[in-house]
């Protein structure tokens, strides 16, 4: 298992861009509204990972609450898996909380599936099924 990226909230994209890219050198990718989730999405690559910069598309959203809660940075690390869905279950078979008992769609669309932050000592991590 690899990390795949890790997602950073942001207040707005644009604002966000020239900082994240100045900084790093690296061009924004095109920017994708995934609904279900609530927000905007834009990645950039760095190296073999990739940061996903995350603009929550209203304060009702769970990227909105994070950022209301002073939560700007860090939202979650994300890791590639084989399948997202046998992730969950195992997770599942050991007694973690989850978030999602099964893949769902996310951004790029790939199937991404959520452990609650209790599970990993406070931190919200995301398993990306490859393409």
Do not use: C, N, Y
């Not at 927000?39 to 950039?44: H, P, T």
């Not at 609450?65 to 969950?88: C, I, N, T, Y």
């Amino acid at each position: 298992m690899q990390i795949d990226h890790l997602g950073i909230a942001v207040e707005s994209l644009e604002g966000a861009r020239a900082v994240w890219e100045g900084g790093l050198g690296a061009a924004l990718g095109p920017v994708e509204e995934v609904p279900q989730q609530g927000v905007r999405v834009a990645f950039l690559s760095v190296g073999a990972a990739h940061l996903e910069l995350l603009e929550p598309t209203g304060p009702e959203t769970p990227v909105g609450r994070f950022l209301a809660r002073g939560g700007r940075g860090v939202h979650h690390v994300a890791f590639a898996v084989p399948s997202v869905d046998a992730k969950l279950q195992a997770l599942a078979d050991l007694g973690l909380r989850l978030i999602d008992r099964v893949g769902r769609t996310g951004a790029r669309g790939r199937r991404v599936g959520f452990a609650h932050p209790s599970a990993f000592g406070g931190v919200l991590v995301e398993f990306v099924e490859a393409p």
